[in-house]
């Protein structure tokens, strides 16, 4: 794909963690407004594996064989085969935990992952250095910038803001109006079972509103917006 940034001075792109059932809803959503995410999954999880309660929603991974088709047109990254914190594993842990997650996902949707992110937000320079040796070329935190500022260290890619942030509406009102001289990204992430759990599914509906249909913003998954032309 062509570099975004030929034809465009801003983009917008979503980031999703864990694969919940969940993310049919989201997935509609983004649908219905042509917008384009990254969904980061644990392909050693689903189904019962792990199901809990959040703010009195049912959290439950679905079952990737055979739902795995619902992320056409968005990217798939590696979450951890079972999101486990990975800066306490044993290096051949670490390994395993990023590199079966990254071929089963390749094998279930037909490309490699190039992209990640930290379960429980967790890193530091040995975790980093795992995932740059299996091929991904960036990984999301969990820390908010509020920025829309372009980033250099990719396998600490940070967010500029999670879709609860109390600042997320002055913060897409303040990207709509920049007319930037160099490419500026929002970048919103989060997990589809907390609009259950706060039952703010009509927030995000009307954040998505905003941002659509600018024909001079570019709507990519994770991995176009932040490799560019690379991919
Ligand atoms: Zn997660």
């Known amino acids: 794909m ?31 407004y042509g917008l384009r995410c990254t969904f980061n999954l644990n392909s050693g999880l689903g189904g019962d594996a792990g199901t809990w309660e959040y703010e009195g929603a049912l959290v439950r991974r679905m079952v990737l064989s055979e739902r795995i088709g619902c992320y056409a047109g968005h990217e798939i990254a590696v979450h951890g085969a079972k999101h486990l914190n990975m800066t306490e594993l044993s290096d051949a842990a670490l390994h395993e935990e990023i590199v079966s997650d990254r071929d089963t996902l390749a094998s279930l949707c037909g490309t490699v ?18 995932m740059r040796a299996a091929g991904i070329r960036y990984v999301r935190t969990v820390n908010s910038t509020h920025s829309f500022a372009p980033q250099e260290a990719l396998l600490a890619f940070h967010p ?40 703010n599914w009509d927030r995000f509906e009307r954040i998505c509103e905003r941002l659509a249909g600018h024909p001079d913003i570019f709507y990519g998954t994770n991995a176009q917006v932040l490799l560019r032309g690379e991919m």
């Open 160 to 199: 500029t803001c999670h879709h609860d942030d109390p600042a997320l509406e002055t913060l897409v009102e303040d990207f709509l109006r920049l007319e930037p001289e160099t490419p500026q990204v929002l970048y919103i992430w989060g997990h589809s079972y907390e609009f259950d759990g706060h039952r």
């Open 2 to 32: 062509t570099d975004w940034t030929q034809h465009y001075k801003r983009a917008v792109t979503f980031s999703y963690d864990d694969g919940n059932e969940q993310d049919l809803r989201l997935l509609e959503i983004l649908r219905q």
């Open 113 to 130: 992952p190039v992209g990640a992110a930290y379960p429980y937000g967790a890193y530091d320079a040995r975790v980093m250095e795992a």
